[in-house]
């Protein structure tokens, strides 16, 4: 761990940045205020030496967790969730492993590691979207077993920011399968975009081009479906006008015949 070895050094030097005190608290209040002020390395310089010199200490159980909190300032995700789970195994007690703070900040670590957007690579959307699930599960976990925690709020916002990043990724994968002709390969990830993912702004585009795919794979009772819900849910928007064209087109349903 980069931070973890910045904050060692060699036995009987004292960085410069740093001003030890003889007391435990004391150095765990100097080592928050660093991580307050995003000094990362020198925060954690605090809280190894309050490790190796308070091990017997409540701060020095404090400072395990400051530690993985400056890990995850500094981004080194993966040290952080390593040190968040290894603190939430050591300390299941521990009032911020029993509020969710430890478990949410997993999560979190998670979802900092998404790849963004940058104009020179391929958007987000046409990448492995892996790491994208790794990070809504870890987030629904957080929820399911601290459903009232205060971060609660902080997870939600994380959880719908997955699942755009989700949907836009299979309604990527839909029109590719549309633009290439194959009609029933967008079907099914239609249907997959509009079940797991509903609501988060592609409902209407979806079902027009999901009633076209059925259209072109001769189902018109299932093209029918989701052009009249397209109508339904969307009433005033223009797709909905041309939905409703297009079911007048349909051949009529089939009737069963009476017993």
């Not at 920011?161 to 099914?188: C, D, F, I, N, Q």
Request: overall charge positive; glycine content about 6%; proline content about 6%.
């Amino acid at each position: 761990m980069a931070i973890a070895a910045a904050a060692c050094g060699p036995a009987g030097k004292v960085s410069s940045s740093v001003s030890y005190s003889v007391s435990a608290q004391k150095n765990y209040d100097k080592g928050v205020e660093q991580l307050a002020a995003s000094h990362w390395t020198t925060a954690a310089k605090y809280f190894s030496f309050i490790k190796s010199r308070f091990p017997y200490s409540k701060f020095a159980v404090l400072a395990e967790l400051r530690l993985a909190d400056a890990e995850m300032g500094a981004e080194e995700y993966l040290e952080a969730i390593d040190s968040y789970k290894l603190f939430a195994k050591f300390h299941p007690t521990h009032e911020q492993v029993a509020d969710g703070y430890v478990s949410y900040r997993i999560g979190l670590a998670y979802f900092k590691q998404l790849p963004g957007d940058f104009w020179l690579l391929p958007p987000s959307f046409e990448k492995d979207q892996s790491p994208v699930e790794d990070a809504g599960e870890e987030m629904r976990r957080f929820v399911q077993k601290f459903p009232d925690s205060p971060y609660r709020k902080q997870a939600d916002k994380i959880l719908s920011e997955v699942g755009k990043r989700l949907a836009a990724h299979e309604w990527y994968v839909a029109r590719y399968y549309w633009t290439r002709g194959k009609p029933m390969g967008t079907v099914l990830r239609l249907r997959r975009l509009l079940e797991r993912f509903g609501g988060v702004g592609y409902d209407e585009e979806a079902l027009w081009l999901l009633g076209r795919a059925y259209a072109k794979v001769q189902m018109p009772d299932r093209a029918r479906e989701a052009w009249g819900q397209l109508v339904e849910k969307f009433p005033e928007s223009s797709r909905a006008g041309d939905a409703r064209t297009e079911i007048a087109r349909l051949p009529a349903a089939a009737v069963a015949p009476p017993k």
